[in-house]
């Protein structure tokens, strides 16, 4: 579902969640995640919900953000979660460290590799250079040739490995690790729907993430279990996500909200 600031999107989120509780999983064992993009607006949200639901609908909901929440589960598989972008000057030094392995033939400014890692490499959960070959790259800005990428991956290569030396995750990794833990069977707890707020600045890895906690890759999403609400013209921090990309097909399911409520008329 989508809609302008001010026509009720989150209104609408957490009215879903109350109809799930109550309606659609009302087994006391049923747990509901809802899951948002800002910290600030999860507390909000938890508030409002206590003011719509029972008290046992409220203990079935969880309201969190999602890094947090992905963050939680590694670690109680017994994984150190120590996020690099807590601390920028160490990441500003493992990307000095990375550069240097770079391929001055290619004549490409040391932020290409940056802006390259965050919006292609890192989108798209790319880790060998097979998956780089095939990775899509429209928009990227920079025509890159065969040749180019694999010139350009020792830099992507290097920095990855001096995350992992320093015991150092980017937020993207996070939520990748907690999705590939969840996809190889590793559930602690059990799930049976997912709501998504403020989607439009959700790193893709974290429409995977959801998507892997109401279905394995095998099977198709089962009903109700994913609902997901945003504006595209909100964003802040992300390119625009092909949730198709993320295995959720949404042709056909998606609604516009159209009233603004915030408006004198």
Not at 103 to 125: A, C, K, M, N, Y
Request: glycine content about 6%.
């Amino acid at each position: 579902m989508y809609g302008a600031a001010g026509t009720g999107k989150t209104v609408v989120a957490m009215h879903r969640a109350r109809k799930l509780a109550r309606d659609f999983f009302p087994d006391e064992t049923d747990q509901i995640l809802f899951t948002t993009f800002n910290r600030n607006l999860a507390g909000d949200i938890r508030r409002n919900l206590q003011t719509l639901c029972t008290d046992a609908e409220l203990s079935r909901i969880e309201v969190t953000h999602i890094d947090s929440w992905a963050n939680q589960l590694l670690k109680r598989l017994g994984y150190t979660v120590i996020p690099i972008e807590g601390d920028e000057d160490k990441r500003e030094e493992l990307w000095r460290h990375a550069l240097v392995h770079k391929d001055e033939s290619l004549e490409l400014p040391d932020e290409f590799f940056r802006t390259e890692w965050e919006t292609v490499i890192q989108e798209q959960g790319i880790h060998s250079a097979e998956e780089y070959l095939k990775a899509r790259r429209t928009g990227a800005g920079t025509r890159l040739s065969r040749r180019g990428r694999l010139a350009a991956r020792p830099v992507f290569e290097r920095y990855r490995k001096l995350l992992s030396e320093e015991d150092r995750l980017e937020y993207a990794d996070i939520l990748r690790i907690a999705r590939e833990k969840l996809e190889s069977g590793e559930r602690p707890q059990r799930y049976v729907a997912v709501i998504i707020d403020e989607a439009q600045d959700m790193h893709p890895e974290a429409f995977r993430l959801a998507r892997a906690i109401v279905a394995r890759p095998e099977q198709e999403i089962p009903p109700n279990s994913l609902f997901i609400v945003g504006d595209g013209h909100q964003r802040i921090y992300r390119r625009p996500t092909r949730l198709s990309a993320c295995g959720i097909p949404i042709v056909g399911r998606s609604r516009r909200l159209k009233l603004n409520y915030r408006t004198t008329e």
